[in-house]
Structure formats: C-alpha cells, structure tokens
C-alpha cells in the first residue's frame, strides 16, 4: 500500500496546519455532493447510515441521501459514540463563525447541530474512537496522539504517529490499534505509547474497525480494510481476507459480524458476507 492510503481513509494528511474550510452554499442545483469521504458509521437510534465528508453531514434514508441542516462542514474524524451520539472535527462552514481547527465537536441531536467541546482552533482530529467516557484522537497539527477520558474535556498527550488511523478496543479502553505505514501499532496505555502489534496483516491496512460477534460472552470482531480496498478479519489468532472492494476505499466501517459499509468512487456501498461482494446503496453525489 503507498505511504499515503491510510491518510486517505482517514481524511489525514502529513502533520501541518490543514488548509482551508467547508465549502460555501452551492448555486442552486450545483450541490457538490459529500466531496472527498472521512467518515461512515451506523447510529443505532433510527438504524440509518451517516456519512461524513468534506462538504458535510448526510443521512442515508429510504430516499437516498439528504444533507443535514444545509450545512457545508468539512467534517472530519467522525464517529458514532451511541445512539445520537455523534463526535467529529474538521473545519467550519465558510458562513458559520469559529477558527479554522474546530477541536473536538458533539452534536446530540444528528447533526443537526453541533457544540463545542474542547480544542477549537487548537486541534484537528483527522481519527477519532470511543471506548465509554475515553476518547483517543490523531491530531493532524501535530501527528499526535491525544486521550480524554472524560468525554473530551480534558486531554493528555500521547506517541507521535504522523498519519494513522485509531481503534480502541471496545472492551479495553487503553488498548488501541493504528494503522501506520510502518504496519499495525498497538498500545496498552491509551496512545501513551506504541509497539508494532503481534499479528500483523499480510497487507498494510488504512483502517481496522470493531464490531460486537452475536453473544454477550463472545469477543469483538475485528475487520480491516487495505489501500486497495482488500477486506481482512481477524480471528484468533491470524488475519484472513474475507473479501474486496470493487476500488480504493475512501472510509470503512463494521456494522456487524460480516456486514460492512464502505465509500469509494463508486459511491457508498454495503456487504452482508464479509466483503464478498458489495451492493451500492448510494451513487456518488455531486
């Protein structure tokens, strides 16, 4: 994979400030459409898929995709924290004051709207990921690794990364995964530090997602997806391709043991058998 697939699925570039902000309101007709993806995640409260990009918010309902609040939000490190629960960053929409960083953001009611939380015009988390009241994020100002534990007040620094992308473990919270160039990282120390993880894919992954295996007692799944859009699983105690994308993807996530959501050229699509083939449920827009 090149050096720069996984900042292209994590919406990440090399350390540095981050040019520009979200794109202005569009003649009428000329909507831009998501723009380049950064994000893609499920909110259990009405069941629909939300995707995140550098022109916006938009839920996918029945009737394809809608823009949230005619709003323009270059919106980056997005995710899902429970049920309309949504946590990003990025930067603002050019007619909507602010600095240019937008730190970390929450919105409780689908992105309708969103409030401040800490960090504004200091950090810009190109990936963010919730384990409870622990957030780890990447800051691409800097290329480090910063953790909260609660709920994004207050942080701690943590190792310099550069451009990965971070998953914590869904039952150990001081447990992360990082996609990096250099192959799969691991911390047990909440993105303090981190070592090269022992099992490492057959291909550099751009990102690694978990999702909760059918049974209370049983451990998380872990899925990833590489620069080419290969899809891996791994079950103790190797990782195994399972399936493809039909391109390179923009952003991955797992919705369930075996069933994914994926965005590229193509637009946004879907697998129920572990990305073994794929169903587009959403064209590209713009």
């Known amino acids: 994979m090149p050096l720069a697939a996984a900042a292209a699925v994590a919406g990440c570039a090399a350390p540095g400030p981050s040019p520009g902000t979200g794109t202005p309101r569009q003649e009428a007709g000329s909507d831009p459409g998501f723009g380049h993806v950064h994000g893609i995640d499920l909110n259990p409260a009405d069941g629909l898929i939300y995707v995140a ?65 800490s960090l504004a015009g200091e950090a810009d988390f190109h990936s963010l990921t919730v384990t409870g009241a622990t957030i780890c994020g990447l800051n691409s100002t800097d290329g480090l690794v910063m953790r909260s534990d609660d709920h994004g007040e207050n942080w701690r620094r943590g190792a310099e990364l550069g451009m990965a992308y971070l998953e914590a473990d869904p039952d150990d919270p001081l447990r992360v995964l990082a996609t990096t160039p250099d192959g799969l990282q691991e911390s047990t120390d909440g993105g303090l530090t981190f070592t090269a993880a022992s099992e490492q894919p057959p291909r550099l992954l751009a990102v690694v997602d978990h999702t909760e295996e059918d049974g209370a007692e049983a451990d998380p799944v872990l899925a990833g997806v590489d620069g080419d859009g290969g899809v891996w699983e791994f079950r103790d105690p190797a990782w195994s391709q399972t399936g493809a994308l039909p391109g390179a993807p923009q952003a991955f996530t797992a919705l369930a043991p075996g069933r994914y959501a994926a965005a590229t050229a193509e637009g946004v699509l879907t697998s129920d058998d572990g990305g073994r083939t794929w169903r587009v449920i959403t064209a590209p827009t713009g």
């Open 53 to 117: 990009g550098h022109n916006g918010v938009f839920r996918l309902g029945p009737e394809g995709p809608h823009r949230i609040a005619d709003r323009y939000q270059d919106t980056m490190g997005f995710v899902v924290a429970g049920p309309d629960l949504f946590l990003a960053s990025g930067h603002p929409d050019v007619r909507e004051p602010g600095p240019t960083h937008l730190g970390l953001i929450r919105s409780t009611d689908r992105a309708q709207t969103w409030a401040s939380v």
